[in-house]
T-cell receptor, first 108, second 116 residues
Framework: GIQVEQSPPDLILQEGANSTLRCNFSDSVNNLQWFHQNPWGQLINLFY???GTKQNGRLSATTVATERYSLLYISSSQTTDSGVYFC??????????FGAGTTVTVRA | GAGVSQSPSNKVTEKGKDVELRCDPI?????LYWYRQSLGQGLEFLIYFQGNSAPDKSGLPSDRFSAERTGGSVSTLTIQRTQQEDSAVYLC??????????????FGPGTRLTVL
């Protein structure tokens, strides 16, 4: 099956800092989603981004499908940004394959 | 509108017992998915329902696991003769059908299953 690798595995930020999370995938994909899993376990949709660039407030994402990677940018981080960020890809079979996640801790 | 809901939020059971987990998808979403999140395996796909089509059961880990979807809406995941390795958070998701094109999957809060 497709391999999804996320880096870094852990990230500690001071409030107000910017950061970039990366997702590499091993084969072509139809779709890619970024999620934030909050401390209560809820998976929250951030972006549906099979290609191109999208922005939502302090978050933005870029997927370069031809080079098989996606980036998630967090700007001016806040403590509420803490949690685990997952990248998930889908290859036309409707099933999401998830990476192992990046655990982000934002310190006040 | 209302999101995906799941019940119960927590379930503790004894090894060998059967359990049923319920999922209510977002109204109007024809696609429904079950995933499992465990410490050792991360997030993994279990089963997919789309409208009246036969479900894709390729992710179910054993024949102790089954799922049904009644009336194209509510789904129940059943685990028979539970084992300790079944302990995990079971997540349900739903999405719209865009004529064969996958769409954003929205997740429920999950059911945390603990098998003693």
């Amino acid at each position: 099956g497709i391999q999804v690798e996320q880096s870094p595995p852990d990230l500690i930020l001071q409030e107000g800092a910017n950061s970039t999370l990366r997702c590499n995938f091993s084969d072509s994909v139809n779709n890619l989603q970024w999620f934030h899993q909050n401390p209560w376990g809820q998976l929250i949709n951030l972006f549906y981004i099979p290609s191109g660039t999208k922005q939502n407030g302090r978050l933005s994402a870029t997927t370069v499908a031809t080079e098989r990677y996606s980036l998630l940018y967090i700007s001016s981080s806040q403590t509420t940004d803490s949690g685990v960020y997952f990248c998930a890809v889908e290859r036309g079979d409707y099933k999401l394959s998830f990476g192992a996640g990046t655990t982000v801790t934002v310190r006040a | 509108g209302a999101g995906v809901s799941q019940s119960p939020s927590n379930k503790v059971t004894e090894k060998g017992k059967d359990v049923e987990l319920r999922c209510d998808p977002i109204s109007g979403h024809t696609a429904l998915y079950w995933y499992r999140q465990s410490l050792g395996q991360g997030l993994e796909f279990l089963i997919y329902f789309q409208g009246n089509s036969a479900p894709d059961k390729s992710g179910l880990p054993s024949d102790r696991f089954s799922a049904e979807r009644t009336g194209g809406s509510v789904s129940t995941l059943t685990i028979q003769r539970t084992q300790q390795e079944d302990s995990a958070v079971y997540l349900c998701a739903s999405s719209e059908d865009r004529g064969g094109i996958t769409d954003t999957q929205y997740f429920g809060p999950g059911t945390r299953l603990t098998v003693l």
